[in-house]
Nanobody
Framework: VQLQASGGGLVQAGDSLRLSCAAF????????GGWFRQTPGKAREFVAGISWSGTNLYYSDSVKGRFTISRDNAKSTLYLQMRGLKPEDTAVYFC????????????????WGQGTLVTVSS
């Protein structure tokens, strides 16, 4: 699966933003999906995950209640709706897919998008 993330930008604290991740190639619906983020000098951090069917969702504590992950298998697209953005959410956001169920570990994700930058000003 090839992935292409988009939707990043510069927003103010408290604003909302929706990231998209378009998938190309092999059947997207067979894969579980996830979003990670990374800031300079730090390891990539798990943000949210979703099962192949979209029925199982899981989040990091830092975004729980503010971010929502979803997918549209008919459009081969993964989404991350972000609300109540904070300056500490500033990062490059990556989408990824895995055959592992319920994984939050970078090593389990085998396909990655190129990343989209989200900058939240205070």
């Amino acid at each position: 699966v090839q992935l292409q993330a988009s939707g990043g930008g510069l927003v103010q604290a408290g604003d909302s933003l929706r990231l998209s991740c378009a998938a190309f190639g092999r059947s997207f619906s067979a894969y579980n999906g996830g979003w990670f983020r990374q800031t300079p000098g730090k390891a990539r951090e798990f943000v949210a995950g979703i099962s192949w069917s979209g029925t199982n969702l899981y989040y990091s504590d830092s975004v729980k209640g503010r971010f929502t992950i979803s997918r549209d298998n008919a459009k081969s697209t993964l989404y991350l709706q972000m609300r109540g953005l904070k300056p500490e959410d500033t990062a490059v956001y990556f989408c990824a897919t895995t055959l592992r169920f319920d994984s939050m570990y970078e090593r389990d994700f085998t396909s990655w998008g190129q990343g989209t930058l989200v900058t939240v000003s205070s």
